[in-house]
């Protein structure tokens, strides 16, 4: 499977933006996804999972009530909804797929994740 992620840019504090990911292969719809974030200097970091049957879906502390992860079967796409964006989310950001298919199954540990996109810059200014 190869993904893509898109969608970023520059954003002031406060500000909203959605990212992309999508996918080659409509097995992506299949398992669980996750977006992950690496900011300057910082090992990568999770942030946010959806599980590929039934929606289920969890996120990191710092963005829990700002960021909201929903996926597009229909379009083999993922989303991450990111709202009253702070200057400690800039980071580049990177969707992934695993192989975990279980219903409401899902993984924050990177180490689940098979495929990778190329990662998309996000920059919140203050």
């Known amino acids: 499977v190869q993904l893509q992620a898109s969608g970023g840019g520059l954003v002031q504090a406060g500000g909203s933006l959605r990212l992309t990911c999508a996918a080659s292969?409509?097995?992506?719809?299949?398992?669980?996804m996750g977006w992950f974030r690496q900011a300057p200097g910082k090992d990568r970091e999770f942030v946010a999972t959806v599980s590929g049957i039934g929606g289920r879906t969890f996120y990191t502390d710092s963005v829990k009530g700002r960021f909201t992860v929903l996926r597009d079967s229909a379009k083999n796409a993922a989303y991450l909804e990111m709202r009253s964006l702070k200057p400690e989310d800039t980071a580049v950001y990177y969707c992934a797929s695993s192989k975990i298919g279980q219903t409401f199954a899902m993984s924050s540990d990177p180490r689940e994740y098979y495929y990778w996109g190329q990662g998309t810059l996000v920059t919140v200014s203050s």
């Open positions: 292969e409509r097995t992506f719809n299949m398992y669980a």
